[in-house]
């Protein structure tokens, strides 16, 4: 089954303690991203990879690292989490980093609540 | 669940009649819109999408349209279903610039009343 996975779908944690959120997609897909949806203001994204070991900043990259070794997996790393960071995360992937007129498919989400 | 937006304007039909859903976008140089459904729990899903060369498209049971002039697209679902009960966000994209971020609107709820 084509889809996107996301670990640990449920995380408590303190203020200062390392954290990564795994993401793995089983389409070959190019292009990968992450996004935190909050409420009232909708998914925004933090970092995007349109390959292998390409990467760069989405609108609200502040606090988050990511990394793209393999095409298949797109880690978020928070290396010193804040309450700020607490929210609703969600990995998304895409076929072709040449076109936007691809739809993009999410993982089930990362509720993340930072104490 | 995992839905996000406790205040979301919410939309309520009755099974078996249409729904239409509207959303304002802000960027006149967005040149791709999208319709995503969230259900509880889960991460949102696509439903159709549109170009801005185009006016209307249509999928099964459901329709979108997008007026550029007012910026306004809707997407309509026919005969609309419980199962259809879920977040409904319309997504642009701005025009090309390689970063495909997605602008997702705060979302509207459906409620389906059987």
């Known amino acids: 089954e084509a889809q996107v996975t996301q670990n640990p779908r449920y995380l408590i944690t303190v203020t200062g303690k390392k954290l990564t959120v795994t993401c793995s997609q089983n389409?070959?897909?190019?292009?990968m991203s992450w996004y935190r949806q909050d409420p009232g203001l909708g998914l925004r994204q933090i970092y995007y990879s349109m390959n292998v070991e390409v990467t760069d900043k989405g609108d609200v990259p502040e606090g988050y690292k990511v990394s793209r070794k393999e095409k298949r997996n797109f880690p978020l790393i928070l290396e010193s989490p804040s309450p700020n960071q607490t929210s609703l995360y969600f990995c998304?992937?895409?076929?072709?980093?040449?076109?936007?007129?691809?739809?993009?498919?999410f993982g089930p989400g990362t509720r993340l609540t930072v104490l | 669940g995992e839905n996000v937006g406790l205040h979301l304007p919410t939309l309520s039909v009755q099974e078996g009649d249409n729904s239409i859903i509207n959303c304002a976008y802000s960027?006149?140089?967005?040149?791709?819109f999208i319709w995503y459904k969230q259900e509880s729990g889960k991460g949102p899903q696509f439903i159709i999408d549109?170009?801005?060369?185009?006016d209307k498209r249509q999928g099964q049971r459901v329709t979108v349209l997008l007026n550029k002039t007012v910026k306004h697209l809707s997407l309509q679902i026919a005969a609309t279903q419980p199962g259809d009960s879920a977040v409904y966000f319309c997504a642009e994209n701005p025009q090309w610039t390689g970063r495909r971020a997605l602008t997702f609107g705060s979302g509207t709820r459906l409620q389906v009343q059987p």
């Open positions: 998304a992937s895409s076929n072709s980093g040449t076109s936007p007129y691809n739809e993009q498919f």
């Open positions: 389409m070959n897909h190019e292009y």
């Open positions: 549109i170009r801005s060369n185009m």
């Open positions: 960027n006149s140089a967005s040149d791709y």
